[in-house]
């Protein structure tokens, strides 16, 4: 029993929660902005600044953004991925953590990346295995933070009860995906002033993996 109650499934992000990649997010937004701009799919004056990449892409498509120009952008966007995820390691005491989680819970990845760019980063860093399912971009029907990909997890398992998922995360967009979905979202990381800007209130903060243990 956990300060949270009981706790039979948790739902991690993965970039900078699980793994430290290189994914250049800067440079891969750039390129998506700047095709979106010259290609008259954003509007003057839109607040780039104030998106992600993912938050900018799904906002193009809620305005009507044609197949061809979101299969191009994807297509960027899984390059920066690939390339990124090569050299991909494991955020401090991943190991130790999911040695301790992987009897008992269900342990489910949502992450914005391509499935096929997550797969391979989880079978690089050799913790694939502890995972019962990995929710990539491709199943969800929008990107965090839409709840979509949380809500996916939470129908593939409909043996664990409402209150019985948590989920981790290090950036404003698993908060609110998360806290949309009606799931507790603990943040992970250095990322607490920009979610009080976004106005996502975890239920608890934690500045080492092996913290989450407290909560479950």
Do not use: C
């Amino acid at each position: 029993m956990s300060k949270l109650g009981q706790v039979r499934g948790i739902i991690f992000d993965m970039d900078n929660t699980l793994l430290r990649s290189s994914i250049n997010f800067q440079m891969m937004k750039k390129q998506v902005a700047d095709y979106l701009t010259e290609n008259d799919l954003l509007p003057v004056g839109f607040p780039i600044q104030e998106h992600t990449t993912s938050t900018m892409i799904e906002y193009v498509k809620a305005n009507g953004m044609p197949e061809e120009s979101y299969i191009e952008v994807m297509n960027m966007v899984v390059q920066h991925e690939l390339i990124g995820m090569e050299g991909a390691g494991l955020e401090s005491q991943v190991s130790e953590l999911l040695n301790v989680l992987k009897t008992g819970y269900v342990l489910v990845i949502v992450t914005n990346n391509s499935y096929k760019a997550a797969v391979r980063a989880l079978e690089t860093t050799g913790i694939h295995p502890y995972f019962d399912l990995i929710i990539g971009r491709e199943q969800m029907n929008a990107m965090k933070p839409s709840p979509s990909g949380y809500l996916t997890a939470k129908q593939h398992f409909p043996q664990i009860l409402e209150s019985e998922w948590i989920s981790i995360g290090d950036s404003w967009i698993d908060g609110k995906a998360s806290i949309d979905a009606g799931v507790p979202f603990i943040s992970y990381g250095p990322s607490g002033h920009l979610m009080e800007e976004k106005g996502i209130t975890p239920v608890a903060h934690v500045d080492s993996l092996l913290k989450l243990l407290d909560y479950v």
